[in-house]
């Protein structure tokens, strides 16, 4: 919670910083603006003051040149000059605004270029009538020298309050420049300050979440230690039930076989031997089976490879080969048995009817993954290449009534044909599909 309320904090100090420097730099800005506005009135101030006085100077010079020579070309500066000294006055006084100092010399401008303007229009208007002496008299009375330099007195005056008004506005200027050099370095300061606020609340949050990473791992560490430890208790009391059902059904067996040399009938002791068979098989798979607890499954071939030995030993003596082929295939573990009795007592069928005449032969498993009418299936193929299975057989005795059970359990189905329909050992093929 603290380290949330400095992490506002210091993120509003930043925006107010960033404010603040912005406000500044857009106030400095306008000031700049306007110096520059009143920078540039000023040097127009100055440079129309002295067009103005330079059309006088030109009326003047027109004049004189006039009254010496008595050429008219002289006329055209004195009457340019003339006609151009009152529009450049008015000018000036447009530029000057409500400055009242200079709004005085304006005024005083207007007096004293009214005299010189009398003064020259006077001494040329003697001068076209012939009266030059007249004209050069007036002329040494000293009223336009006197209104020139007056004029020039009053120019001066205006150009040098420009000029002071110049070096005001630069400094100014230059303190606008300052405070904006401060402010820059205070926000830059302030920014800094919040920028180094924010990565020492960051490299905290992250030696936290690195701590509590660590915990967090621990934890699951002890906890996937504990689970583990448990999984492995656990298969090892599946593996030893398993076992001792194995045992039990062994047992069993071992009684039906007790029980089978005591029978003194022929198709009782028969019987018995079948049971026997089938029980020993079951018992066999049990005390095999290997779950896997996460996916609740089997690795099929090494459980085959187990059943087929079983099988084989009790079909010792007689020629007969048993081959297994198959995938690497995993099985569902709620009918790992169920493969076992249909695997045991198809493949005790074809070592009894397919070979009873005690020729050799070969019987082959094979195990597939295969596509279903209603998606992924496992294939179990049983052949053999013996004299073929009799018709009556294939739908009478116990061992098929027992399979036929366990595939509608299952929800498979089972084919039988001759492994090779024209040869003198035709065969059989027992195929089952069973949907995964």
């Not at 100092?101 to 040329?124: N, Y």
């Not at 009223?143 to 002071?164: F, H, K, P, Y």
């Not at 230690?225 to 045992?247: C, K, M, P, T, W």
Request: glycine share 6%.
């Amino acid at each position: 919670m603290r380290a949330r309320l400095r992490s506002a904090t210091t993120t509003v100090i930043a925006i107010g910083v960033v404010a603040i420097a912005i406000l500044l730099a857009a106030w400095i800005n306008r000031q700049a603006q306007h110096t520059a506005e009143q920078v540039s009135r000023a040097i127009a101030v100055r440079e129309s003051a002295e067009r103005f006085l330079g059309h006088l100077r030109d009326a003047e010079t027109g004049q004189r040149g006039y009254l010496l020579t008595g050429l008219t070309s002289y006329l055209s500066p004195f009457t340019e000059g003339r006609g151009e000294a009152a529009p450049a006055l008015a000018a000036l006084e447009g530029l000057v605004g409500d400055d009242p100092a200079q709004r005085e010399r304006i005024a005083a401008l207007r007096a004293q270029m009214q005299l010189k303007l009398d003064e020259l229009d006077a001494t040329v208007s003697l001068m076209r009538d012939g009266r030059q002496a007249e004209a050069l008299a007036l002329i040494r009375r000293g009223q336009g020298i006197g209104a020139m330099d007056a004029l020039r007195d009053l120019v001066e005056q205006m150009q040098a309050a420009e000029n002071v008004r110049l070096v005001s506005l630069n400094r100014n200027e230059e303190r606008r420049r300052l405070l904006a050099s401060i402010g820059i370095v205070v926000a830059l300061a302030g920014l800094a300050f919040a920028a180094w606020q924010q990565l020492r609340l960051r490299q905290r949050r992250s030696a936290s979440l690195a701590e509590s990473n660590a915990e967090l791992e621990r934890v699951v560490g002890e906890r996937t230690r504990e689970l583990e430890n448990e999984r492995l208790r656990i298969e090892a009391l599946l593996r030893d039930v398993n076992h001792r059902v194995g045992n039990n059904l062994a047992m069993v067996s071992a009684l039906l076989s007790v029980q089978s040399r005591q029978s003194r009938e022929p198709a009782v002791r028969a019987a018995l031997q079948q049971a026997q068979s089938r029980i020993q098989a079951i018992a066999a798979g049990q005390r095999r089976l290997r779950l896997d607890l996460d996916t609740d499954e089997i690795e099929a071939r090494p459980y085959m490879e187990d059943l087929l030995a079983e099988i084989g030993k009790a079909a010792e003596g007689r020629p007969i080969e048993i081959a297994l082929a198959m995938d690497e295939i995993r099985l569902p573990g709620r009918d790992a048995v169920s493969f076992v009795v249909i695997v045991n007592e198809l493949v005790t069928n074809a070592i009894k009817h397919a070979f009873a005449d005690g020729r050799p032969g070969r019987i082959v498993i094979r195990f597939e993954e295969v596509a279903g009418d209603d998606g992924p299936a496992l294939a179990l193929t049983v052949e053999d290449d013996g004299v073929g299975m009799p018709v009556e057989l294939e739908a009478k005795g116990l061992g098929q009534t027992v399979i036929a059970s366990l595939l509608r359990s299952m929800r498979a189905t089972m084919t039988s044909c001759p492994l090779a329909p024209d040869s003198e050992r035709p065969g059989t093929r027992v195929t089952l599909v069973f949907p995964r």
